[in-house]
């Protein structure tokens, strides 16, 4: 078993500062392009790509959206944020996944109609959504709710009473959840004659290539399926998502994840009747790996206490181990066995990493890529406040081993920091927890206050702004993985949060009252927070705020009545309207937005956004032509030395080309200003000053190889302008995306 290797920040809160909180709403931003769907919605936003699943209130438009002959309903509909089209799916149910293009949409049929054709409006009927089409596809069938999973193929249960009372795995009963599979390519439904306990192990884990599920010998007509004589135990079995082969691993167990073509899950010592972890008893479930491509189960030697928490884009799964079953062990060096100790199961490489962290058993770490984010209970003053009472926000990194103390004392201790697919890490801290620090100077001690920590710099940002102090701990979905609701979100390095303004003592969206939820957004890359001017409701124990995140964007409901406006035209203030906030962090550039969305056309090794090379190291930048054109475009390049500290339009003779990391040569007395200037092939860098950049000669595509790499340790920040054909403005121009290079 490994162990992490620890990184602990400055104790005490030292951060850097942000943009201060605002007492108006900040002026239209290039940043953040802010758009009214003009429907009243409901409080489901799902994301994947560019569309996002939304549901509208019938009673909006007076009519019947579902077909079920009243105006009471919410609808799903599609919405694709590059065209604006907002498309009628005509179900009204829940969204139980989304992704690769399609998504579960489960129809309610006592809201809507009999589905499964069983004479009844009882059940829950999964469809199968194409979101680039809109096309939905039934099942036909009676499903549990939480008993179903999308992968390449629609997995699911099928519950016999519901279906007519059916008998659909040959037991002679009509008692039991059957597995199927929906192909949604031929819209074929394939039993597979196997049951399943939604209500013993209410979820299955799938991958692209494995589907892993729990069989009761007892609902399989009494079968004896792992060999021992009984019919009482439930018996692991795998789907190859491609064949529909199916494996009975003849082990009783619960599965925890898939991956590739890897299951985790632990096994019963009682069923087994042996040590399985060498501590002496057979009271434990303890961890193993399979391997279907060698068809090698490991034992991993590690009880489990539980699994909580979030782990669906990753191929790390936490868990928790309890000192006392696994021997009475120290896992975490601190003198006792009573502790419940953090560890990591790294499924592609099947090695087991212990934190060493002691966690609240009720603690929900949160897995995403390679990171995994969780709350670790003092052993020491790890935030610097003189106590040692603290929950304190923690990342390990199991690419580097890496372990991240952040400091910073959470506001909730059963949750955990906000991670997702960029380096920023979204966390509320506890001012009382904090050292006593009155952070947001509101005279009193009981805020959480938002702290922005960039993973790739180490740079922690104080936002200056309060939290609603629960932010969204009621809403997590623990069998998909999803936070459907959250005051704190994070996804491509783009931040969304809600600032609460009585937690906060003042007015933030320009009306006289302190009692309303503000939006805003943090761009990383210059460290600035921005207020949309947006109102939300904010409540201690429901926070519907922002509902969804796409890839450059977030979602938001906003209730007409908090200020009084009528925000679709229906005449009334009573409605939740859905709005779209769409992220343009100055990082990312303007080229091709006068066709679409902004694209990438620099990049260093082939990375368009940020990377760390080591002295020496091979480096070769990179400039394409504009989508559009023209091939042999003309360019100017600039460098900064340092990452980037704030944004600025890039303006030229009127036109707004787009917004920059930092301020251009083209903008004399502003700091900081490029190192270097580059303008077109053949010619050297030259330093840069506002007369000295001319854009050179026709030249892109262009490549400049340093096979030595940089001999000398430094933070490089990367941008320019290109010719565009496509660029959304007269010139002819637009910024190119940013490249942020540390070389260490």
């Known amino acids: 078993m490994l162990s992490a290797r620890r990184l602990v920040l400055a104790a005490g809160l030292v951060l850097s500062p942000a943009t201060a909180a605002l007492a108006q709403p900040d002026p239209p931003s290039p940043v953040v392009e802010v758009r009214n769907l003009g429907v009243a919605t409901g409080y489901s936003f799902r994301s994947d790509g560019p569309y996002t699943i939304l549901s509208v209130w019938e009673g909006d438009f007076g009519i019947d959206l579902n077909g079920d002959g009243d105006a009471a309903d919410y609808v799903f509909h599609v919405h694709d944020v590059e065209t604006g089209a907002l498309t009628n799916l005509g179900l009204t149910g829940s969204v139980r996944d989304i992704r690769g293009g399609r998504a579960i949409i489960i129809l309610w049929e006592n809201y809507q109609a009999d589905a499964n054709g069983d004479g009844d409006r009882g059940d829950d009927v999964p469809y199968v959504v194409d979101l680039a089409t809109a096309r939905t596809i039934p099942t036909g069938l009676a499903v549990p709710y939480h008993a179903m999973r999308l992968g390449d193929k629609l997995f699911f249960l099928v519950e016999e009473r519901d279906q007519g009372?059916?008998?659909?795995?040959?037991?002679?009963?009509?008692?039991?959840?059957?597995?199927?599979?929906?192909?949604?390519?031929?819209?074929?439904?394939?039993?597979?004659?196997?049951a399943s306990h939604p209500y013993y192990y209410d979820y299955f884990?799938?991958?692209?290539?494995?589907?892993?599920?729990?069989?009761?010998?007892?609902?399989?007509?009494?079968?004896?399926?792992?060999?021992?004589?009984?019919?009482?135990?439930?018996?692991?079995?795998?789907?190859?998502?491609?064949?529909l082969e199916v494996t009975n691993l003849g082990v009783h167990g619960s599965v925890h994840k898939v991956h590739a073509r890897r299951v985790a899950f632990a096994k019963s010592e009682f069923v087994q009747g042996m040590d399985l972890n060498g501590d002496g008893d057979t009271g434990d479930w303890v961890l193993h790996l399979h391997d279907r491509e060698l068809g090698i189960t490991t034992n991993l030697g590690v009880p489990i206490y539980v699994v909580d928490g979030r782990h669906v884009d990753s191929h790390l799964l936490p868990f928790k181990v309890e000192e006392r079953a696994h021997g009475n062990t120290d896992l975490n060096g601190d003198g006792d066995h009573q502790d419940v100790v953090l560890h990591v199961l790294d499924m592609t490489t099947g090695q087991v990493v212990n934190l060493a962290e002691a966690v609240d058993r009720e603690n929900n770490p949160f897995a995403?890529?390679?990171?995994?984010?969780?709350?670790?209970?003092?052993?020491?003053?790890?935030?610097?406040?003189?106590?040692?009472?603290?929950?304190?926000?923690?990342?390990?990194?199991?690419?580097?081993?890496?372990?991240?103390?952040?400091?910073?004392?959470?506001?909730?201790?059963?949750?955990?920091?906000?991670?997702?697919?960029?380096?920023?890490?979204?966390?509320g801290a506890y001012e009382y927890s904090q050292g006593g620090i009155d952070v947001n100077g509101?005279?009193?001690?009981?805020?959480?206050?938002?702290?922005?920590?960039?993973?790739?710099?180490?740079e922690t940002t104080h936002t200056g702004l309060a939290a609603p102090y629960y932010y969204g701990l009621d809403f997590f979905d623990q069998r998909s993985g999803v936070r459907w609701v959250d005051s704190l979100q994070t996804v491509n390095d783009m931040v969304a949060f809600v600032c609460d303004e009585r937690r906060q003592g003042e007015s933030l969206n320009g009306d006289e009252d302190t009692t309303d939820g503000v939006i805003f957004v943090f761009d990383p890359t210059t460290r600035i927070a921005t207020n949309l001017g947006l109102t939300t409701y904010v409540h201690d124990f429901l926070v519907p705020t922002i509902l969804g995140m796409g890839q450059d964007r977030a979602y938001f409901t906003i209730p007409e009545w908090q200020d009084g406006k009528d925000l679709n035209g229906d005449g009334d203030t009573d409605d939740y309207v859905g709005h779209v906030a769409i992220l343009r962090p100055a990082a990312r550039g303007s080229v091709n937005q006068g066709a679409g969305e902004a694209e990438e056309v620099l990049s260093i090794n082939g990375e368009p956004a940020?990377?760390?090379?080591?002295?020496?190291?091979?480096?070769?930048?990179?400039?394409?032509?504009?989508?559009?054109?023209?091939?042999?475009?003309r360019y100017l390049l600039w460098a900064w030395n340092r990452f980037p500290e704030n944004a600025s339009v890039l303006r030229v003779r009127g036109d707004t080309l787009g917004t920059v990391v930092n301020p251009t040569p083209f903008r004399s007395g502003l700091s900081p200003q490029p190192i270097r200037c580059v303008t077109g092939p053949g010619i050297p860098a030259v330093a840069c000053g506002a007369l000295a950049p001319r854009i050179g000669?026709?030249?892109?595509?262009?490549?400049?190889?340093?096979?030595?790499?940089?001999?000398?340790?430094?933070?490089?920040?990367?941008?320019?302008?290109?010719?565009?054909?496509?660029?959304?403005?007269?010139?002819?121009?637009?910024?190119?995306?940013a490249v942020l290079l540390r070389v260490e």
Do not use: C, K
């Not at 670790?376 to 580097?400: K, M, P, R, V």
């Open 165 to 194: 009372g059916t008998d659909l795995n040959g037991d002679g009963d009509a008692l039991d959840h059957v597995m199927h599979v929906l192909d949604t390519e031929t819209e074929q439904v394939i039993n597979l004659g196997l």
């Open 205 to 243: 884990p799938v991958s692209d290539r494995l589907v892993a599920f729990s069989v009761p010998e007892a609902d399989q007509g009494g079968m004896d399926l792992d060999g021992d004589g009984l019919s009482t135990h439930f018996v692991i079995h795998l789907i190859d998502t491609e064949t």
């Open 368 to 427: 995403f890529g390679s990171r995994v984010a969780f709350g670790a209970l003092e052993t020491s003053d790890y935030n610097g406040d003189g106590d040692q009472y603290d929950t304190i926000g923690h990342i390990f990194d199991a690419g580097t081993g890496a372990l991240t103390n952040l400091g910073l004392a959470l506001s909730d201790p059963n949750e955990a920091p906000t991670i997702g697919s960029g380096d920023q890490v979204l966390v």
């Open 442 to 458: 509101d005279g009193d001690l009981s805020d959480s206050f938002v702290v922005v920590h960039d993973l790739l710099t180490g």
């Open 610 to 633: 940020r990377l760390t090379l080591a002295v020496g190291e091979p480096l070769s930048l990179r400039m394409e032509a504009a989508p559009l054109g023209p091939v042999g475009g």
């Open 697 to 737: 000669p026709p030249g892109v595509p262009w490549t400049l190889a340093l096979p030595a790499g940089v001999p000398f340790p430094i933070d490089l920040t990367i941008q320019g302008i290109v010719e565009d054909a496509g660029a959304a403005n007269p010139t002819g121009f637009s910024v190119t995306n």
